[in-house]
């Protein structure tokens, strides 16, 4: 598809022409730029829900979630969508233990109340991740989060 649909590194949220499709559960469609252009099959995330479609994608079985996508995202390539799919795996956060959810949100108000005491060592417990920045819901936020962690972590340390 990357080739005869000029698609590299991007996400489509809508069919050619068309306005944002509010009824697709899936949210967008994302076309990895990794190894793009070359020959065999390619990864492509077929879904990226979040809201009200992702509880509902969450609420059926992975291969009928996989079903789904493949049936949503087929507005964007009628002709070819279904056809190249080889497999699919599909996670819904929301039903992961001890993860319960994608990511964390926060609002101004909740991050002024709780975010230090969040990121404060606690005894020998620091957590790190995404919902431990300010860039939620991002691999960069964890990054971010993981390198303050390990600079609280040194300093307690170094004055030790």
Known sequence: ME?????LGRHQHRAKGQRRIAWQDIGLVSYPSHGAFSEGPAVLLGAYPF??????????????????????????????????????VSVAWSRMPWILGCCATW??????????????????????????SYYGCWQEGALHSSLDAITRLHQRASAA
């Open 3 to 7: 080739r005869r649909d000029g698609l």
């Open 107 to 132: 609002t101004e108000e909740s991050r002024e109340a709780h975010y230090q005491d969040l990121v404060s060592l606690d005894g020998r417990v620091v957590l790190a991740g995404e919902h431990c």
């Open 51 to 88: 809201g009200v479609g992702a509880y509902i994608l969450a609420g059926m079985t992975p291969e009928k979630r996989i079903q789904a996508a493949l049936d949503q995202g087929s507005v964007f390539h009628p002709k070819h969508y279904k056809a190249e799919f080889r497999s699919g």
